[in-house]
């Protein structure tokens, strides 16, 4: 496998259910990256992982809990989601940050969520 | 504040036209990164481009090409000879220099390339 990788590509869950996004990066980066994209909204992005400490939170409802274990793995725990949190949602991973870097940010394929 | 205006929502262009799309964008920082990235129907968002705010000159990649014009803020892609393969979503975004981990997307221009 290379580059960044998601599973799964699709999920249908019930407001009730428990369910995890799962990202894998394959490029020895450091910084990974979760973003929402719904059909209303610009890209959103949503949390920022530095090897392996969270950098930033962008105000994400409590329902949405990320876990990064190492720097090439990254889950979204999903709980008790409402039906406007269906989306696209894409993992990225970049080099990691630090002024002599330059950072750009490859994505994966998405997962795309639908919450009944 | 930062923020990343692309006001084309949606293009259309018959196969083997040239077609540009507009970024433009606001930053108080003298110095940041802009992007292109290209979502076809698959939904990955595939990297274009990244140019660092020194660097003004025009780059050309094949088919497209970037015009970086600091004095309006404006960073506008085209694409020559368009092709079917190029009907996606592109989406223009900026990062600050420092906060190079936190890039900011445009709404994004939906392209349709007809045959």
């Known amino acids: 496998e290379t580059g960044v990788t998601q599973t799964p590509r699709h999920l249908v869950m019930g407001m009730t259910n428990k369910k995890s996004l799962k990202c894998e990066q394959h490029l020895g980066h450091n910084a990974m990256y979760w973003y929402k994209q719904s059909a209303k909204k610009p890209l959103e992005l949503m949390f920022v992982?530095?090897?392996?400490?969270?950098?930033e939170n962008n105000s994400v409802p409590s329902r949405f809990s990320p876990e990064c274990p190492n720097s090439s793995h990254l889950f979204l725990h999903l709980h008790t989601l409402q039906p406007e949190d269906s989306a696209l949602y894409l993992c990225?991973?970049?080099?990691?940050?630090?002024?002599?870097?330059?950072?750009?940010?490859?994505f994966g394929p998405g997962t795309r969520l639908l919450v009944l | 504040a930062q923020k990343v205006t692309q006001a084309q929502t949606e293009i259309s262009v018959v196969e083997k036209e040239d077609v540009t799309l507009d970024c433009v964008y606001e930053t108080r920082d003298t110095t940041y990164y802009l992007f292109w990235y290209k979502q076809p129907p698959s939904g990955e968002l595939v990297f274009l481009i990244r140019r660092n705010s020194f660097d003004e000159q025009n780059e050309i990649s094949g088919r497209y090409s970037w015009n970086f014009q600091k004095s309006t803020s404006s960073f506008n892609f085209t694409i020559t000879a368009s092709q079917v393969v190029d009907s996606a979503v592109y989406f223009c975004a900026l990062s600050d220099w420092n906060r190079d981990d936190k890039i900011i997307f445009g709404k994004g221009t939906r392209l349709h390339i007809l045959p």
């Open positions: 992982y530095n090897f392996k400490e969270q950098t």
């Open positions: 990225a991973s970049s080099q990691g940050t630090g002024t002599e870097y330059q950072e750009t940010q490859y």
